[in-house]
């Protein structure tokens, strides 16, 4: 069941619908771009819900918004009724990590499982000060950061401890042949390095062995572009159960379907497919 004992959990209405991210949000972004946000209603719900919102011409860096999506969705993955956030921009998923730290979900120092084909690791035009933040704080900041800058506000803060980027695309491998190697990645402005682990993909390799997975330590997070380059049918097949396996190790799963960067129609049959019963 979606339902708690008594209801929703605390931050949704009687009909499930968050309180912090309860109405459509459109404005423009901190710096001076041309572009426009959008956010939508988060409700509880099932996979089959996701829609998309279909004709707009609302821009986000410089691409049109036809493939948002309608509304943004919480639902529940496995046995152990995982908390599952689907979003459209990867931003928002930054709200929802700190939504599962409010429901003591999650706790800080958390291992980031990261299944993008980007790294998502810009810096925000300005810090996000958790200390003091309530989680509407938290949902409005959300909603103002680019796509791509929802990491380091949480590596910064002390949520995330450890980042893994797995990425498809880029089967690294170091000299070594070892299946796993570190990058920095820099920010010349800020002056900041962090290091993200990059885990190689084989056939036959989980990456279970590689992260040690302490209860309440564990977010898997992921991009539906991951699965841009994959074309072969068979392929797309075996890494959506490879990501399920590495779902049943979370804590709380968030999923973005990234417009722009993938159909939606696939990135909506993506994501019924990662967490089909």
């Not at 396996?245 to 129609?265: L, N, R, W, Y």
Request: aromatic share 10%; charged share 25%.
């Amino acid at each position: 069941m979606l339902k708690q004992e008594g209801g929703f959990p605390a931050g949704y209405d009687q009909s499930g619908k968050s309180l912090y991210y309860n109405t459509e949000h459109i404005y423009k972004p901190l710096s001076g771009w041309n572009s426009i946000f959008a956010s939508r209603v988060l409700r509880f719900g099932q996979p089959s819900d996701i829609r998309l919102v279909g004709s707009t011409r609302i821009a986000h860096a410089d691409q049109d918004r036809e493939e948002s999506l309608k509304e943004y969705i919480r639902t529940s993955f496995g046995i152990k009724q995982i908390p599952v956030y689907i979003f459209d921009d990867h931003n928002h998923a930054l709200f929802a990590w700190y939504e599962a730290l409010n429901e003591h979900k999650i706790e800080k120092g958390v291992n980031l499982l990261h299944f993008d084909d980007h790294p998502d690791s810009s810096i925000p035009e300005r810090p996000l000060c958790s200390q003091s933040s309530s989680l509407q704080d938290i949902a409005d900041y959300a909603r103002s950061i680019w796509c791509d800058v929802f990491i380091e506000p949480a590596l910064s803060s002390g949520l995330i401890q450890s980042v893994y980027w797995v990425n498809y695309r880029k089967n690294w491998q170091n000299g070594k042949g070892q299946n796993m190697h570190r990058v920095s990645v820099i920010d010349t402005q800020a002056s900041l390095s962090r290091d993200y682990t990059i885990l190689r993909i084989t056939n036959d390799l989980s990456l279970s062995p590689n992260v040690k997975f302490v209860p309440k330590r564990t977010i898997v997070d992921i991009d539906i572009d991951y699965f841009d380059s994959i074309t072969d049918p068979n392929k797309e097949n075996a890494e959506i159960e490879r990501l399920r396996e590495e779902m049943t190790h979370a804590d709380v799963i968030t999923i973005a379907t990234s417009p722009g960067f993938i159909s939606g129609e696939r990135a909506i049959r993506l994501a019924n497919e990662l967490l089909r019963n």
